[in-house]
């Protein structure tokens, strides 16, 4: 639904994504943060820049406890909170 500007739909798809994960998986899994980095970007498409910043964090918190070191992956999502921040 994101992918066809139909932003409030994927949020709710999302959002009920996060209620099973919240159910099924540890708090610090990268599938949890993944969810986290895809809300986030719902949020920037609909301009919603403080609302995605809060999501990305979030996403960089799980990633830095699972992924001690620098990976892609991280340093893909430091660039989006970065992004967010200058927007």
Not at 10 to 30: D, N
């Amino acid at each position: 639904y994101q992918g066809l500007e139909q932003y409030d739909v994927a949020l709710e798809y999302y959002e009920s994504a996060r209620e099973v994960f919240k159910k099924s998986l540890p708090s610090q899994h990268v599938d949890r943060a993944i969810l986290l980095v895809n809300i986030g970007s719902v949020h920037v498409e609909k301009s919603a820049f403080t609302e995605a910043l809060s999501f990305y964090k979030a996403a960089l918190g799980i990633c830095r406890s699972v992924w001690p070191v620098p990976t892609a992956h991280l340093l893909k999502i430091e660039g989006l909170v970065t992004d967010a921040e200058k927007s």
